[in-house]
Nanobody
Framework: QVQLVESGGGLVQAGGSLRLSCAAS????????IGWYRQAPGKQRELVAT???????NYANSVKGRFTISRGNAKNTVYLQMNSLRPEETAVYYC?????????WGQGTQVTVSS
């Protein structure tokens, strides 16, 4: 079992920055990949950024150069630094952890970017 708790969402103006945090607990040593997804109203959930246990990162093309995913020293926390935010990036941002046998999701944190 893995529990994921996101924080750091909020309201920001276009061009601004936010940093999201995801705190993982439970069987964290079994996590292969952890990352962020988002879902805007009326749209499908989409990948934002992930980081593998070995450190390799993957980003959606739309966020490359603006967002940075990183893990804390204890590797139980993953961060998403979001810069130059755009109104169309308003969404609920979810943390997801992939283990060998299943994946886990957090409850999500709302990010609203005003124009």
């Amino acid at each position: 079992q893995v529990q994921l708790v996101e924080s750091g969402g909020g309201l920001v103006q276009a061009g601004g920055s936010l940093r999201l945090s995801c705190a993982a607990s439970g069987s964290t040593s079994s996590i292969n990949t952890i990352g962020w997804y988002r879902q805007a109203p009326g749209k499908q959930r989409e990948l934002v950024a992930t980081v593998e246990s070995g450190g390799r990162t993957n980003y959606a093309n739309s966020v490359k150069g603006r967002f940075t995913i990183s893990r804390g020293n204890a590797k139980n926390t993953v961060y998403l630094q979001m810069n130059s935010l755009r109104p169309e990036e308003t969404a609920v941002y979810y943390c997801r952890a992939d283990l060998l046998w299943r994946d886990y999701w957090g409850q999500g944190t709302q990010v609203t970017v005003s124009s």
